[in-house]
């Protein structure tokens, strides 16, 4: 059975893109990076989400000879011209403090009339294989910002997105209907669809 490799720690992420080529019929063996503990995390210097995917993907390619999928999220706000963007995670300075960068963007967004909140989160989903073939798909989840945080489920600014056609914050859904309308799910999608292919 072939072996892939997902650019990251996350055991939550792996899971999930386990159930999704299971679901596309593609029989591969999904590793995490926990199992490959020699290989360094990759600094993400790229300036969109689909450059720091590739990143990660052709590095953990190279170093393990497999071949690799890495992804890049995070939240981009129409009136701030698609921003926090590829700094979402770091938005307040501090990469990974969460509710930091939460509230810093809820502050900044204070007097923005409820018309005017539109965002999206986006996601790109990249595959690299040891010879540098590769490839990039994309998702979006859109929605609007809510004034304060709703839900305990999912992370970063689940809780202030409200998906369109949707009554619950992302943090108020369950993981599985999360993953059935999120950038993650639907770029993820799209790779298994096409991820035999490259296989082969």
């Not at 305990?152 to 809780?159: K, R």
């Not at 999120?182 to 991820?195: I, T, W």
Request: hydrophobic share 45%; aromatic share 4%; charged share 20%.
């Amino acid at each position: 059975m072939t072996q892939l490799v997902l650019a990251t720690h996350n055991a939550g992420k792996v899971v999930e893109l386990r159930q999704i080529l299971g679901e596309a019929g593609v029989e591969a063996e999904l590793l995490g990076m926990d199992s490959f503990p020699d290989v360094a995390d990759v600094v993400e210097t790229g300036v969109t989400f689909a450059e720091n995917a590739l990143l990660k993907a052709h590095a953990v390619a190279r170093a393990t000879g497999l071949p690799a999928i890495a992804d890049d999220s995070g939240l981009a706000v129409d009136v701030l011209g698609g921003s926090p963007g590829v700094f979402s995670a770091r938005w307040s300075g501090r990469h990974g403090d969460d509710l930091a960068n939460l509230n810093l963007l809820l502050a900044q967004l204070g007097d923005v009339p409820d018309g005017h909140r539109q965002a999206h989160f986006a996601c790109a989903a990249a595959l690299a294989l040891p010879d540098g073939t590769e490839k990039v798909w994309h998702g979006r989840m859109p929605g609007t910002l809510l004034r304060e945080p709703r839900g305990g489920n999912g992370f970063g600014y689940d809780p202030i997105l409200l998906p369109d056609g949707v009554t619950r914050s992302a943090a108020e859904l369950s993981a599985q209907e999360k993953n059935a309308i999120s950038h993650r799910g639907q770029a993820f999608r799209l790779l298994a669809a096409e991820l035999p292919a490259f296989l082969r």
